[in-house]
């Protein structure tokens, strides 16, 4: 170590007339007594630190990070089903495979900080410093330990700003940020660090990839692409350059950019990366090559010699699906639909690939408007598709859609089928049963000998073959033809009910999801109509009783089949009603469903049309005219809708539909009503937070007056009950409770009602409700806080979401939730769980590192729109909580008594 000082010193003072054995004898006792010293700023000591702090301790941890952040992106799984990560920083629980090596760099790099740091007059005297903060700062990162390395680059880019390093803190603070979900705060540093004049050349790759990844996380593909761009041409390692061009490639393909994206996948190819990148250039390349081009060709004699190659055996999927995107680009959806149905039957272990090609198919489908086969493709692409893949929530959304559709088509024709049967003689009647009846018993026996077949076919391969347990069985395919479009009732029944067996012998029984129509501003939907509500409610009961009923009829035999259907032909005035009002009701879904769901105005005017000329005097007659308006308007055809504009204006002037359509400005005043209820409302809490419960009784009644029948009227009811409760005699007290529950049974308020009532019932000596002596609530209950909670901001919360259980929200809420959570905190891991505990739903959010960041997640499920999207907002009630407080919450199951401790305690 002396030598190496010495040669420093040497070098620094040029003394070319000493020998650097004179040197050695002037130094070597110098060095002996100052050596140890970090409280002197002198040449010896910064040369002795400088050189100790480098080479002792930097670069040894400096090896341990890059063979730990190697090792984590070697676990990095790509998936190129979609655009890929810029940084490959693998997931939680790949990164603990590290922990040692970056445990170590940390232990390492905090000994030379220990030993080396001279701090003196407000600088930092030893240049290694700061570099050994940065590396500590990264092995935080790689350990997916953010908030650590959060601390850790605030620390360097606020103690170092003089040196450089200040601003690879600050890009590595970015970074972090991000990981964490926090884009605001890393979108106020990536503006900072773009008009930084000052940022170092060999930081400005990373920059402009971080940056890219800013903006890819925000879908802002323009200037995703003008920062990959940048990273792409200055970054000097091979690896990250072929993989930021690849992205780029990605990128022109998502935005149509095409002859872009064929020149960067063909640069990608040429520049010989892993087989596995070079195999998606090449089927990505011919998924975006210009048919007129004279590539075009070449491109596909490529991808059929592909085909061949057997070490592309299980890969044929892919090329099958890139043949399928080369037809579609000639226009040939014919062949495009073959190659997808090929690129199916190959799939084997890549079920998303599946999962996509079925998703095109349904796509295909769907522009043919063949709804029906379209359903069943996009069913089974939900089934197939991965939940983290981006459009998961989309294609949930839509294949949600079509079921429903289709499940009111079937009532239609189901319904059609039986007035048929029931206008035949009673002769007739048993005739066209009996031939069901056989129908359906041939098509059992046909289908028990297909997969007896089928199984002898299966063991006799993995036989031969010797496939493992874990190897998918061969597809499936359900009967063939479409049943739904069979005229005859009891044939589609057991059918329909066959396939269900058979779907819940092999993926379990899947709950339906309800809600499925979009909330559009210029329709009544924004306004929840209650004629859509009752309709679609009215079409999940009728699906579901029948399709029970279905299956355990599939079980008799003939004869005990062939009374229960006949039974079922509707033979009185009353049967033949009420098989009416179900058609009706299900073409109204179809018409909503089309317009709203699906945007296909055409179809959604044809069926209410036809609703309207088979059933003239119907309760839905007003919002049919309305839809039927907006209809024609974005087909876009002005005299029809000109026609009914006219009947809405002339027969029903008085309507809200009316005035829609008289005011322009209708929902400008409509938000601006919202947005002073939500202040009167506000007000309202606060004169009751403060006491003032007669003023809260009066503003309740102000509010029935101003604001009749909104969203917040069930807050305002359940403010005056507890007023009451506080102002007036007991008795009072629970008819205004009950009120609250009986007017708002769907709304979150009627569970702490419910809650309030139970414990007025059965107070205990230690946690009563009621004031005994004075038959009232005490009145200093909402200030106090409760002795069962404890007051913890800074361990980590939870965020629950409590609503009945007879809303049948609990499945599309959790999925939305997922899908939240993974646009906007996909490094966190959030966890979605649920139980149902005494006719409620608890879903739980976990975790959050404190208080803070679990009401800034509750804060931003509010601000966006898709979560709650066709629900009824009102009926939830969310609350950050402790783990330790939810253990209590969960036995003691008291809503308001933990609300009334939030309140107080928590800002």
Not at 47 to 58: K, M, Q
Not at 301 to 315: A, C, I, R, S, T
Not at 648 to 661: F, V
Request: hydrophobic share 35%; net charge positive; aromatic share 12%.
């Amino acid at each position: 170590m002396q030598k190496k000082v010495i040669s420093y010193l040497y070098n620094i003072f040029n003394l070319k007339h000493f020998t650097r054995i004179k040197l050695a004898l002037v130094f070597t006792p110098v060095l002996l007594f100052f050596s140890c010293s970090t409280k002197k700023n002198t040449v010896v000591n910064r040369a002795y630190h400088n050189l100790t702090a480098h080479y002792n301790g930097y670069f040894n941890a400096r090896e341990r990070v890059k063979e730990g952040a190697k090792t984590l992106a070697d676990s990095h799984t790509d998936h190129y089903d979609r655009i890929l990560d810029i940084f490959k920083y693998g997931t939680d629980d790949k990164a603990k495979a590290i922990y040692p090596d970056m445990d170590a760099a940390i232990k390492k790099s905090s000994i030379v900080i220990q030993r080396h740091s001279m701090f003196i007059n407000g600088k930092e005297r030893c240049r290694w410093i700061p570099d050994n903060y940065m590396l500590i700062g990264k092995a935080q990162f790689y350990k997916h330990d953010f908030w650590a390395a959060i601390e850790t680059f605030q620390y360097v880019a606020s103690t170092y700003k003089d040196n450089p390093k200040r601003f690879d803190g600050l890009i590595w603070l970015m970074q972090t940020q991000m990981q964490l979900g926090k884009m605001s705060d890393a979108e106020y540093l990536l503006d900072y660090l773009k008009s930084e004049k000052k940022l170092p050349s060999r930081y400005k790759a990373l920059f402009a990839a971080v940056a890219a990844d800013f903006y890819l996380k925000k879908e802002n593909y323009p200037k995703a692409i003008e920062q990959l761009n940048t990273a792409a041409t200055l970054t000097k390692v091979r690896a990250d350059k072929i993989r930021y061009t690849y992205i780029l490639a990605q990128l022109y393909q998502k935005t149509d950019s095409n002859e872009k994206a064929f020149a960067l996948y063909h640069r990608v190819i040429k520049m010989n990366p892993d087989y596995e990148m070079t195999f998606n250039a090449l089927i990505n390349r011919a998924r975006s090559f210009d048919i007129n081009s004279a590539d075009a060709s070449q491109v596909k004699n490529e991808l059929f010699k592909m085909l061949k190659d057997e070490k592309n055996k299980e890969y044929l999927d892919q090329i099958y699906y890139a043949l399928s995107g080369i037809s579609m680009r000639e226009k040939d959806t014919t062949q495009a639909f073959n190659y997808l149905k090929e690129s199916v039957a190959a799939s084997t272990s890549n079920t998303n690939q599946k999962g996509i090609s079925y998703l095109e198919m349904g796509e295909i489908s769907f522009r043919r408007l063949d709804f029906r086969q379209a359903q069943l493709y996009y069913d089974s692409a939900a089934t197939n598709i991965s939940s983290d893949y981006p459009d998961y929530a989309i294609i949930q959304n839509k294949k949600s859609n079509l079921g429903r559709l289709v499940k009111n088509l079937n009532i239609i024709s189901r319904g059609d089928s039986l007035l048929a049967l029931s206008a035949l003689t009673e002769e007739e009647q048993r005739n066209r049963v009996n031939e069901i009846v056989d129908t359906e018993d041939k098509e059992a026996q046909r289908l028990k000998e297909e997969e007896a077949a089928k199984k002898a076919k299966e063991q006799e391969e993995q036989s031969n073959q010797q496939f493992s347990q874990f190897q998918n069985q061969p597809n499936k395919e359900g009967v063939s033809g479409s049943t739904t479009g069979s005229a005859w009732y009891f044939y589609n029944q057991s059918a329909i009910s066959f396939g269900f067996s058979e779907f819940v012998k092999k993926w379990g029984n899947r709950k339906l999801e309800d809600n499925w129509r979009r909330s559009s501003k210029e329709s009544m939907a924004a306004f929840g109509s209650p004629e859509d509500e009752e309709a679609q409610a009215r079409a999940d009961s009728i699906e579901a009783a029948e399709r029970a009923l279905a299956d355990s009829i599939r079980q008799l035999n003939s004869e005990a089949r062939k009374k229960i259907y006949f039974d079922n032909i509707p033979k009185t005035t009353a049967q033949k009603d009420e098989t009416n009002a179900q058609i009706l009701e299900a073409y109204y879904n179809v018409g909503i469903i089309y317009k709203e769901a699906l945007a296909q105005p055409k179809p959604a005017a044809d069926d209410l049309e036809e609703m309207m000329k088979r059933y003239p005097d119907n309760k839905y007659k007003l919002p049919a005219y309305y839809n039927l308006y907006r209809c024609y308007l974005a087909i876009p055809d002005s005299n029809k809708a000109d026609h009914y504009k006219n009947i809405i204006l002339t027969q029903y002037d008085d309507s809200e539909y009316a005035r829609i359509i008289s005011n322009p400005n209708y929902f400008k005043d409509a938000q601006r009503k919202t947005a002073i209820m939500q202040v009167f409302y506000e007000n309202t809490y606060r004169a009751f937070m403060n006491g003032q419960y007669a003023d809260v009784i009066e503003r309740k009644s102000a509010a029935d007056s101003l604001f009749p029948g909104s969203t917040l009227s069930p807050k305002f009811a359940y403010l005056r009950a507890l007023s009451i409760g506080y102002t007036q005699p007991r008795p009072q007290f629970e008819t205004a409770l009950k009120a609250v529950v009986t007017s708002y049974p769907r709304d979150s308020v009627s569970i702490l009602a419910k809650a309030i009532l139970a414990k007025m019932q059965n107070p205990t000596a230690s946690d009563s409700l009621w004031n005994a002596e004075n038959e009232t609530l005490p009145s200093t209950q909402v200030k106090n806080t409760s002795s069962l909670y404890s007051f913890m901001p800074d361990v980590k919360h939870n965020v629950i979401i409590i609503f009945s259980s007879e809303l049948p929200y609990a499945n599309q809420l959790k999925g939305r939730l997922n899908q939240f959570n993974l646009r906007n905190y996909g490094a966190n891991k959030l966890n979605v769980s649920d139980l149902t505990v005494d006719g409620n739903v608890y879903m739980m959010v976990r975790s959050f590192p404190d208080h803070t960041q679990s009401k800034e997640y509750i804060l931003g499920l509010d601000s966006d729109a898709s979560v709650f999207e066709g629900m009824d907002k009102s009926a939830f009630t969310l609350f950050p909580i402790s783990e330790q407080n939810f253990n209590k919450f969960i036995i003691d199951k008291d809503i308001s008594k933990y609300l009334d401790f939030y309140r107080v305690n928590y800002p």
